[in-house]
């Protein structure tokens, strides 16, 4: 069908970054429009959550299982059969009528998002071969999956208030479209395998189930709260399962994960990073945006629009930091970015219930997007550098995990220290002050994250010594 096996590499990086679009857009563009779905579907106060929970839960619950299983069964065959869940699953979440259709269909957006995520980001790594051509598709990957969590908030807000919040979820089905025609333009049919490797059920069940029950246990608290027997009696089964995890793939022949893939400077250093600034830029959204409503007074689509200029210079930032990616490596612009980051969270932590848009949002909205687009463009390339392609999906799925598992624990533990600056108080001022604490202790986790730079990832583009071989033409992408 196609002169190589590597496809059309144009259509390849197109399907992936639309994709993974979705994917973002998806974890929040509902956030907007809980209070709508709320008074349509009739949802208590805490099971409202569970619209956001189970998409997280699912997403980061699987993605070790859907990056193996892209190893195993082919990548493009589970990036198809994964698009096509999300789809058929948001159709099913914009036409729910009662609030467990749409707790369901959100946690089966998050199975087919699990399953198609790492084998997007597989597909770039095998297409793509190390160097400065893989820098430049991971970094066009990563500006859109930065663009489609910040635009999140402006389609959710847009969306809610002219077409009702049912569009926030149908929404994905022209995107999935999209990418399952890319797909079949460009996108190479998977390899035919010989005797092809069992998967590893044990490993997949105790990964899914630890993990599962880390997202479960944190994302409960603002209901139990930290103290409660019930949190930690959940993250205490989670801590044994994952150590069981680690017990079984070190015994596995066909393992889950392999802990070997982990001895990596590049691959530790990367997922350690990508969970750190992924809680912070989680934590940012969601901090931000329920300033500009709760104490501001803004509407939802005045929220949305006014994390235009946040989008802006995050995107930004990932072109940058692909120019420096391809000449010094993706150790290069870390540091500075997570220190950017972190010094416009700490300016967003100076907010103020009297403030405005101009004056307390727009300023430090570009410098986090900024340092944060510097941050999240090289971390995909860092985490696969030095990776073999049969092991493309793992690593992905590994990184991937990291990501959504940040995103998920720090926006929860965070949350719950602003609720416990903020008490029992509902005013303005009160509820400003919690948001500022939440900031600036997601300024902290930049600084964590900068720090981790230094000190695991190598100074020279491979573990062994050797810079990858420099490429003076970045053939094979789309300008």
């Known amino acids: ?47 409202l959550s569970w619209v956001v929970h189970a998409y997280a839960l699912a997403f980061g619950g699987f993605l070790l299982l859907g990056g193996r299983a892209c190893d195993l069964y082919g990548k493009r065959r589970v990036f198809v059969g994964g698009l096509a869940v999300f789809g058929l699953c948001s159709l099913a979440g914009g036409l729910a009528q009662a609030p467990w259709q749409l707790v369901a269909a959100r946690a089966g957006q998050g199975l087919g998002a699990a399953a198609a995520a790492p084998a997007a980001l597989a597909l770039l790594t095998t297409t793509f071969p190390e160097g400065p051509r893989r820098v430049r598709a991971l970094g066009v990957w990563s500006a859109v999956n930065a663009a489609g969590g910040a635009l999140g908030v402006l389609a959710g807000g847009l969306l809610t208030e002219y077409a009702g919040w049912r569009w926030v979820m149908l929404v994905n089905l022209p995107v999935v479209a999209a990418a399952l025609a890319l797909t079949a333009a460009g996108v190479p049919a998977d390899a035919r395998h010989g005797a092809r490797e069992r ?225 029992a108080a509902t005013g303005p001022g009160a509820l400003n002050d919690g948001y500022a604490l939440g900031l600036a202790a997601a300024a902290a986790l930049f600084v964590v994250a900068a720090a981790v730079a230094v000190a695991v990832l190598p100074r020279r583009h491979r573990d062994g010594g050797t810079a990858a071989p420099s490429e003076k033409r970045l053939e094979g992408i789309p300008s």
């Open 1 to 47: 069908m196609y002169r190589n096996a590597r496809g059309r590499p144009g259509a390849v990086l197109a399907a992936a970054a639309v994709a993974q679009f979705v994917f973002a857009l998806d974890m929040s563009v509902v956030n907007v429009a809980l209070p709508a779905i709320r008074a349509t579907l009739g949802f208590g106060p805490l099971g």
């Open 199 to 423: 998967m590893d059920v044990l490993g997949a069940v105790l990964a899914t189930g630890g993990t599962g029950l880390l997202v479960i246990g944190v994302v409960r608290t603002d209901a139990e709260g930290w103290g409660s027997a019930v949190t930690w009696a959940t993250l205490a089964a989670a801590a044994v399962l994952l150590a069981a995890f680690v017990l079984a793939e070190s015994r596995s022949s066909t393992p889950l994960l392999r802990l070997g893939l982990l001895r990596s400077r590049w691959v530790a250093g990367a997922n350690v990073l990508v969970f750190l600034a992924a809680a912070g830029q989680f934590t940012a959204f969601w901090f931000v945006s329920l300033y500009m409503q709760q104490v501001l007074g803004m509407g939802a689509a005045a929220t949305g629009l006014a994390f235009l200029p946040f989008s802006a210079a995050m995107v930004a930032g990932t072109f940058a930091a692909i120019r420096v990616t391809s000449v010094r490596g993706p150790r290069a612009p870390l540091v500075p970015g997570a220190l950017l980051a972190a010094a416009g969270l700490l300016w967003f932590a100076a907010i103020s219930p009297d403030g405005g848009f101009l004056t307390d949002v727009l300023g430090p909205s570009v410098v986090t997007g900024a340092g944060a687009g510097l941050v999240l463009a090289p971390v995909a390339a860092a985490a696969t550098t030095g990776v073999a392609a049969r092991e493309a999906g793992m690593a992905s799925g590994l990184l991937n995990s990291s990501r959504q598992l940040g995103g998920c624990v720090g926006l929860a533990a965070l949350a719950t220290v602003a609720a416990h600056r903020t008490g």
